[in-house]
């Protein structure tokens, strides 16, 4: 369906580490993946796998002493980490933005909300072209600006947004947080959103309307979405393509269709036995034996295979590569090499 | 809506001065003996005509609620009464004096405001670095240091060894200030007077490093340690994923959140700044309300000791007022 | 129900307690090998201890008796001869010897009034926090007054209405001293009611001062040692600041603080009289704090600076 068009990111064996006292977490090894323009991915995997780092090192965000030590990854054919701080600082919020798990403790506490949203589009000049500055000294231009942010409030569905934007961020509901979030990460029309995890903080109904915001401004927008998260559900009732991760590495990816009814990777049908199914007659549900692997000690060869049904001998040795089958779905694993 | 808050808290500092003015009263007259006989003894210089009229005007023939009761009402009429030791009026006293002892203060406070703020964001982004350490070193021995004692050495260094600047006293008297407000740096300013800014200033350096050293030592601690803790919050991630210079996102975002327990521990300074003020007045000779207060307890001159301690508690809850009220405009999720 | 309560007495709970600490206090130990900063700061608190208390052994002179034709004599280093190594005072007194009993002072004063403070306070503070009501009302309210006094003040007009000596200078550290243990204890005692060995304790039946004794006092102790250490610093200071302004103990009783004061006069020719003494007051203030701060990361993570 999506192979066709040109790929708006391309991430290219992608490697972040953190050094700790017990030696080097591998963090992310090695991730490929692409993301198609107006694309829905998910990215999905237990906590710990690497997701989250590895949207933080899309955005070059990983924090001391995380490093990106290998990997290219390619806007529009541009290599971001290569980019000089003040260029990169150009994409983040501008061309690629992000909303997080918690947004209780993503907001700064210590300004308005719609200060927030502001600061967005004055750092990238999104009010009359004028250029990036923080100063609000501008009269015509402050106009615009809260002409704008109550816009964005707006579009994201917070209820009386110009009184809601000079609230604080303690003053919202976690739903109307998080909608603030969004307000914030699509302000200056990025063309990327990546979302980590950005319902796990809420109620079940409040998910749904967040879940349903987002698939509103990927299609108004045409914004591309990634969506980091660990349930298989979710992402197979948002986005297109799933990509699966463990231990750091990209262990299938897919049309979330082929995926979820014909899963390839022993992993991805593990998740899938874990997932109970309304209405399906009473079985019980098929828990993964065994613990996500430490990244600092991971086992040689393919890392799922101590926890995998169908592991041979020859899976505890030597690199395991992504093979890419006729129906253009990548698969990491022995059985299809 | 804030303004009925800050005058309800206000109007809550009235019984606590209240509390001070009884708890005073009552401290005077635990002093053991006779309060006019030991100022007579002390003093010497009073009539022994006049013993009967102090007596009266301590109110000393009246039972003690009267007594206190009448030491109030005066007390809210802003009588403080009359120091024999100096001939005049308590108030009148006190307010001669208040000018240079606030200076005092306020140039410790700014003194220790520019040391700790640098320091205290510095060491915080660079944690563990050489400058980090050597910083909290230094805040560590600022911490431990009495007052009275790095005022000495000031004065050793930088007095007698260098002669860079003066050892006491608020200014040259042949700058020829003219006094206007009390507090000579602005005075000099105000009459244009060059010299007598440039006196006074040199004169305000030393007592502002010895009573603001304590100070910047704590600032800066406390600043360190809570911009650490907001550099490690989700929100300075999302700043920088928003495409926020560096440089604001520690300038703005995480020091916005930092200054909350900062602030809270300058309040706490200012009663500290308050009580070190009359040792470095005294090791500076600094004609401050300090150095009348300390006079006015060898000459045993009750009635001053009594209103400069009052003057000093007022003080000290007035700013801690300040600070409550500066902290609601700070901390959002605070309202009074 | 009465009957099986009866078997254990009362101070069982104390002393298991007792025997925790015992083997925790190892356990301490250990920790404290792993900050050498608080470990040295602990070892020099031990050793003015020890200064302290042998100050009629290790000093070579007569603290109060002067040599006339010898004063102010330079240090050692300063081209002073060895029997006055540290100099000599304007009085011709040996500032060693001086200083060797002058740490008595301020070992007493600060040890007696941080004892006492601790005591009161966290004794009124429990009950407080334990009772609330009307006493918790009168405590706290008058907490606030004493808080409306910057600390230095409050010891400068008790002394200065009640005249110097060591029982008024106890009095004056104290009077206000007690608060900061009494908002802790308080505090504590308020969040530790909450949880369930209280009521536990409180369902089979112990009294209510059993409870406060063997059931949560031990549970504040850390919190109350690390504060007791930290304001221990505190005191010696405002003990100094108050013999430096001459309220404190009078002389020719040897204070570190009056030493420094007596020193002022004689600061351009020399220096020593009044520098020597304050920097014993700072290495011993310094090492109290530094202990303080590993004390506290050891024993109490939450308490950060105030």
């Known amino acids: 369906m999506t192979t066709e068009r040109k790929p708006l990111l391309e991430i290219r064996s992608l490697t972040t580490v953190f050094p700790t006292r017990r030696g080097l977490v591998r963090a992310v090894s090695g991730l490929d993946l692409t993301l198609a323009r107006g694309e829905l991915l998910g990215l999905v995997g237990e906590s710990g796998c690497g997701k989250s780092v590895s949207m933080l090192s899309i955005l070059r965000l990983v924090s001391h002493p995380g490093r990106i030590v290998a990997g290219e990854v390619l806007l529009e054919g541009q290599d971001l980490l290569r ?36 600061e967005s589009l004055r750092i990238h000049g999104m009010l009359n072209g004028s250029g990036s500055s923080i100063w609000p000294f501008n009269r015509g231009r402050a106009e615009a600006e809260r002409k704008r942010v109550v816009e964005l409030l707006d579009e994201v569905g917070i209820a009386v947004p110009w009184e809601a934007r000079k609230r604080y961020p303690h003053e919202f509901s976690g739903g109307m947080q998080q909608r603030a979030l969004i307000a914030i990460a699509v302000s200056c029309h990025p063309k990327i959103l990546l979302a980590d995890e950005p319902t796990t903080a809420l109620d079940v109904t409040i998910q749904a309307q967040i879940m349903d915001l987002l698939r509103r401004l990927n299609q108004e927008h045409g914004t591309s979405v990634i969506l980091v998260t660990h349930n298989l559900a979710l992402a197979a009732t948002f986005c297109q393509n ?26 991805t049908r593990g998740l899938l036995e874990c997932i109970p199914k309304i209405g399906a007659t009473r079985q019980p549900l098929q828990p993964i034996p065994g613990n996500v692997p430490d990244l600092a000690e991971l086992p040689p060869g393919c890392a799922f295979h101590p926890r995998c049904k169908k592991a041979q001998d020859a899976c505890q040795e030597g690199e395991i590569p992504l093979v890419t089958l006729e129906d253009g779905r990548q698969v990491r694993c022995l059985l299809y090499v | 809506m804030r303004g009925v808050k800050i005058l309800e808290r206000l109007l809550y500092t009235i019984p606590i001065m209240f509390g001070v003015a009884v708890l005073v009263f009552l401290f005077m007259r635990m002093t053991p003996g006779d309060p006019v006989d030991i100022m007579m003894g002390e003093a010497g210089t009073v009539a022994p005509g006049e013993m009967e009229q102090l007596r009266k005007e301590f109110h000393l023939d009246e039972p003690l609620h009267v007594q206190l009761y009448l030491f109030l009402a005066d007390a809210v009429r802003g ?15 006190i307010a001669e004096q208040l000018p240079a002892t606030i200076e005092l203060a306020l140039g410790a406070l700014l003194f220790g405001l520019i040391v700790a703020v640098p320091i205290g964001i510095w060491s915080a982004v660079k944690q563990y670095s050489v400058v980090d350490r050597l910083s909290m070193a230094g805040a560590f021995l600022g911490v431990s240091m009495p007052a009275f004692w790095l005022g000495i050495l ?74 650490v803790e907001s550099l490690r919050q989700d929100y300075v991630i999302l700043a920088r994923a928003k495409g926020v210079r560096e440089t604001w996102v520690v300038l703005k975002h995480a020091l916005r959140n930092a200054l909350i327990p900062t602030v809270t521990v300058v309040g706490i300074q200012v009663g500290v700044l308050l009580g070190g003020n009359m040792i470095v007045e005294q090791v500076f000779s600094w004609p401050g309300l300090g150095r009348l207060a300390v006079r006015a307890i060898f000459s045993r001159d009750f009635p001053l000791v009594q209103g400069v301690v009052m003057v000093y508690a007022l003080t000290f809850v007035l700013a801690n007022l300040l600070v409550d009220i500066l902290y609601t405009y700070i901390n959002p999720k605070i309202t009074l | 129900m009465q009957t099986t309560q009866t078997t254990v007495p009362w101070w069982y709970p104390l002393a298991l307690r007792l025997r925790i600490w015992a083997t925790n206090a190892a356990g301490f130990l250990r920790d404290l090998a792993g900050h050498p900063i608080a470990l040295t700061g602990g070892l020099v608190v031990l050793l003015y201890v020890a200064m302290a208390i042998f100050a009629p052994q290790i000093a070579p002179h007569d603290p109060t008796k002067g040599e006339l034709l010898r004063r102010l004599e330079p240090p050692v280093w300063a081209g002073g001869s060895m029997d006055y190594w540290l100099g000599t005072d304007a009085q011709g007194r040996d500032l060693w010897s001086r200083i060797v009993f002058g740490s008595r002072i301020s070992l007493w004063v600060g040890f007696v009034s941080v004892a006492i403070s601790a005591i009161v306070g966290v004794l009124l503070g429990c009950l407080a926090g334990y009772f609330r009501g009307a006493l918790d009302e009168v405590l706290s309210r008058f907490s606030d007054l004493l808080l409306a006094f910057p600390y230095l003040i409050f010891a400068i007009a008790v002394m200065a209405f009640m005249g110097p000596g060591m029982t008024n200078l106890l009095l004056a550290l104290t009077f206000k001293g007690w608060v900061e243990f009494y908002r802790l204890a308080r505090g ?28 949560v006092l031990p549970n504040i102790f850390h919190s109350v ?67 303080g701060e590993g004390l506290r990361d050891i024993l109490d993570p939450r308490l950060k600076i105030e």
């Open chain 1, 242 to 267: 799933i990509a699966v991760m463990y231990a750091g590495r990209l262990v299938e990816k897919g049309s979330t269709d082929a995926v979820i009814e014909d899963p390839r990777h022993p992993y």
């Open chain 3, 225 to 291: 040692l690390v504060l007791a250490t930290l304001r221990l610093g505190v005191m010696i200071v405002t003990e100094a600041s108050l013999s430096f302004l001459g309220l404190g103990i009078q002389p020719p009783t040897p204070a570190w603080g009056s030493m420094v004061s007596e020193g002022r006069d004689y600061l351009t020719t020399s220096w020593w009289v009044s520098t020597l003494p304050g920097l014993a007051i700072l290495i011993l203030v310094l090492a109290i704090n530094v202990f």
């Open chain 2, 79 to 93: 009588d403080l009464g009359y120091s024999y030791a100096y001939k005049k009026p308590v108030t009148e006293l």
């Open chain 3, 188 to 215: 504590e005692m308020l969040s530790e009611k909450t949880k369930e060995y209280v009521a536990a304790a409180t369902a089979v039946g112990m009294g209510h001062l059993r409870i406060i004794v063997s059931e």
């Open chain 1, 83 to 118: 980019l000089p701080i003040h260029a990169m600082r150009q994409v983040r919020g501008r061309q690629i933005s992000m909303i997080f798990q918690d947004p209780m403790t993503t907001l700064n506490p210590a300004f308005r909300v719609g200060d927030q949203i502001a």
């Open chain 2, 154 to 227: 000031l004065i050793l260094i930088f007095s007698v060894k260098l002669r860079w600047l003066p050892v006491t006293g608020r200014i040259d008297y042949t700058a020829g200030l003219q006094v206007v407000t009390g507090f000579y740096v602005l005075d000099s300013i105000l009459t244009g007077n060059t010299t007598a800014l440039v006196s006074s200033l040199k004169h305000l350096v030393l007592p502002s490093v010895a009573l603001g050293a304590g100070t910047a030592a704590m600032v800066a601690r406390v600043l360190r340690s809570s911009m």
